[in-house]
């Protein structure tokens, strides 16, 4: 189902997406759709990356959420450097002397 939204944009964004619209040979229904859609994406992926740091959400559920696959996902996590197992330097430290 598609709905129709009215917006106020400044001439600036007018502007550039005049510019876009240009570039992509597009008219600018096309144009907003397209990087709106982008713009939602690109949150959904920061949100669950978020969510993940925090322990709130699995590996799993979060690629499910953003529609990418389980690899995407873990990709997006090391390069992000965050730390999802929840394992940490005293678990480790803790470990490793119960194995002495």
Do not use: F, P
């Given at each position: 189902?598609?709905?129709?939204?009215?917006?106020?944009?400044?001439?600036?964004?007018?502007?550039?997406?005049?510019?876009?619209?240009?570039?992509?040979?597009?008219?600018?229904?096309?144009?907003?759709?397209?990087?709106?859609?982008?713009?939602?994406?690109?949150?959904?992926?920061?949100?669950?990356?978020?969510?993940?740091?925090?322990?709130?959400?699995?590996?799993?559920?979060?690629?499910?959420?953003?529609?990418?696959?389980?690899?995407?996902?873990?990709?997006?996590?090391k390069r992000n450097?965050?730390?999802?197992?929840?394992?940490?330097e005293e678990d480790l430290e803790?470990?490793?002397?119960?194995?002495?």
């Amino acid at each position: 189902m598609e709905s129709t939204i009215s917006v106020r944009l400044d001439k600036l964004v007018i502007k550039e997406l005049y510019n876009i619209e240009k570039s992509l040979h597009a008219d600018r229904s096309e144009v907003i759709r397209r990087l709106l859609s982008e713009a939602i994406q690109k949150w959904k992926i920061e949100n669950a990356l978020k969510e993940i740091s925090q322990h709130k959400i699995s590996i799993g559920k979060a690629a499910k959420e953003c529609n990418v696959s389980l690899w995407e996902m873990l990709d997006l996590v090391k390069r992000n450097n965050i730390n999802w197992t929840g394992y940490s330097e005293e678990d480790l430290e803790r470990d490793l002397k119960l194995l002495q």
